[in-house]
């Protein structure tokens, strides 16, 4: 086990109308927000007005800027932070998914920052101050509601970009189960495919002696692949929302990182598919993930079929781990396929003709990941096995 810090200062409002809370909350922070979110859809369910009617009643003045997209976009970024400075705003509330939330992090550490935010997504300046960021959560997946974490697509390359830093995290994060019924089965998937990731990230460690968090890395994972077909199925059932949602964070806030190296070439990898082709982050990712495994599991068989073992139930072949290894990765692309989601690049409609563009911008920076370091020739190998 690595030596660790674990510090995740978020606080978690969950259940049921806890959105009622989101002005007295905020009204802790600031009198005066930015009040950031996506294209329309927390109208059509109610939860803007909920939001605004609570932001009101506590005294808080707010100024919009909607228009979030997935996969979020550097131009919102920088408008956002125009906005900021000009009407001197020191507090943004975030309202929606990850991207809203990643979005409204890019904006709280370009605030202060003298040069061009874009700086730190390309690892040319590090955040040294950040406006504080609170949350109303309406799609469980990335995990930004209490990650230190954000993703940002420059439309230039385009390029997509993660920064981490501590200064991001969320202040508060409101989580409402009731608010993600009106998710359509595939924004479901995909968000499930996204926490999944997260884990399995974290899961596939060069780390030795990691007991406690692989078990807990496990229970995370099979309570997603418990609840998902219900979710999917039964859009209103609260109890199965609820532990998707909770889920969700709990894959991405750290706990399941300590003591552990995560491995993160897959996200990478995707970051470039979804850049490129705007598809769902998760549906990257479901296509992705199982070919990464294929392409890496030699370098630890022993973890790979524990994985298929405790996770998927598989029984172990001791004379022939691998074959335990290949049924465990074929049950995850099962499991993907069953909840709707493309397997393969074909399936998803993306052509073939970029892959080796895609594997040099996603080695930018160098070899990715660290269960194995992937360089260039890897990740268009990987590519290439995706194209189905």
Same mark, same amino acid.
């Given at each position: 086990?690595?030596?660790?810090?674990?510090?995740?200062?978020?606080?978690?409002?969950?259940?049921?109308?806890?959105?009622?809370?989101?002005?007295?909350?905020?009204?802790?922070?600031?009198?005066?927000?930015?009040?950031?979110?996506?294209?329309?859809?927390?109208?059509?369910?109610?939860?803007?007005?909920?939001?605004?009617?609570?932001?009101?009643?506590?005294?808080?003045?707010?100024?919009?800027?909607?228009?979030?997209?997935?996969?979020?976009?550097?131009?919102? =970024?920088?408008?956002?932070?125009?906005?900021?400075?000009?009407?001197?705003?020191?507090?943004?509330?975030?309202?929606?998914?990850?991207?809203?939330?990643?979005?409204?992090?890019?904006?709280?550490?370009?605030?202060?920052?003298?040069?061009?935010?874009?700086?730190?997504?390309?690892?040319?300046?590090?955040?040294?101050?950040?406006?504080?960021?609170?949350?109303?959560?309406?799609?469980?997946?990335?995990?930004?509601?209490?990650?230190?974490?954000?993703?940002?697509?420059?439309?230039?390359?385009?390029?997509?970009?993660?920064?981490?830093?501590?200064?991001?995290?969320?202040?508060?994060?409101?989580?409402?189960?009731?608010?993600?019924?009106?998710?359509?089965?595939?924004?479901?998937?995909?968000?499930?495919?996204?926490?999944?990731?997260?884990?399995?990230?974290?899961?596939?460690?060069?780390?030795?002696?990691?007991?406690?968090?692989?078990?807990?890395?496990?229970?995370?994972?099979?309570?997603?692949?418990?609840?998902?077909?219900? =979710?999917?199925?039964?859009?209103?059932?609260?109890?199965?929302?609820?532990?998707?949602?909770?889920?969700?964070?709990?894959?991405?806030?750290?706990?399941?990182?300590?003591?552990?190296?995560?491995?993160?070439?897959?996200?990478?990898?995707?970051?470039?598919?979804?850049?490129?082709?705007?598809?769902?982050?998760?549906?990257?990712?479901?296509?992705?993930?199982?070919?990464?495994?294929?392409?890496?599991?030699?370098?630890?068989?022993?973890?790979?079929?524990?994985?298929?073992?405790?996770?998927?139930?598989?029984?172990?072949?001791?004379?022939?781990?691998?074959?335990?290894?290949?049924?465990?990765?074929?049950r995850l692309k099962s499991f993907f396929k069953s909840i709707g989601l493309p397997t393969t690049l074909?399936?998803?409609?993306?052509?073939?003709?970029?892959?080796?563009?895609?594997?040099?911008?996603?080695?930018?920076?160098?070899?990715?990941?660290?269960?194995?370091?992937?360089?260039?020739?890897?990740?268009?190998?990987?590519?290439?096995?995706?194209?189905?």
């Amino acid at each position: 086990m690595e030596n660790f810090v674990f510090h995740n200062p978020t606080k978690i409002i969950f259940g049921r109308n806890t959105e009622e809370k989101v002005g007295e909350e905020t009204a802790r922070f600031s009198r005066k927000i930015l009040f950031h979110y996506g294209q329309g859809s927390i109208k059509r369910i109610g939860l803007y007005d909920r939001v605004v009617e609570s932001l009101k009643k506590a005294g808080v003045e707010f100024i919009e800027l909607g228009g979030v997209q997935p996969n979020p976009r550097l131009k919102l =970024v920088e408008k956002g932070i125009e906005i900021c400075r000009k009407e001197k705003i020191d507090f943004i509330l975030a309202v929606g998914g990850g991207s809203a939330i990643d979005s409204a992090k890019a904006i709280a550490v370009g605030v202060p920052y003298e040069g061009h935010v874009w700086d730190f997504f390309e690892r040319r300046a590090q955040p040294e101050k950040a406006l504080p960021v609170g949350v109303v959560l309406t799609i469980p997946a990335a995990g930004s509601e209490s990650s230190a974490s954000a993703v940002i697509t420059n439309e230039a390359g385009p390029y997509k970009r993660g920064i981490y830093s501590l200064l991001i995290r969320p202040k508060f994060a409101i989580m409402n189960p009731e608010v993600t019924f009106s998710l359509s089965p595939y924004q479901t998937a995909c968000g499930i495919a996204d926490m999944m990731a997260h884990v399995m990230e974290r899961y596939f460690t060069p780390t030795k002696n990691v007991e406690l968090t692989d078990r807990l890395c496990e229970a995370t994972l099979k309570t997603i692949i418990n609840n998902a077909p219900v =979710v999917i199925k039964e859009p209103d059932n609260y109890d199965a929302r609820a532990e998707i949602m909770w889920a969700s964070t709990i894959a991405h806030n750290d706990l399941l990182s300590t003591g552990r190296i995560g491995d993160w070439a897959t996200h990478a990898i995707e970051h470039e598919l979804s850049a490129l082709y705007d598809i769902p982050h998760g549906a990257g990712l479901a296509i992705l993930f199982p070919y990464w495994m294929l392409y890496v599991y030699k370098k630890d068989v022993e973890r790979f079929a524990q994985f298929a073992s405790r996770v998927w139930n598989v029984e172990v072949n001791f004379r022939d781990l691998e074959s335990t290894v290949l049924e465990g990765i074929e049950r995850l692309k099962s499991f993907f396929k069953s909840i709707g989601l493309p397997t393969t690049l074909k399936e998803a409609n993306i052509p073939d003709d970029r892959l080796e563009e895609m594997a040099e911008k996603a080695t930018w920076a160098g070899p990715i990941g660290n269960f194995v370091k992937l360089e260039k020739e890897d990740v268009l190998r990987i590519y290439q096995m995706a194209r189905g």
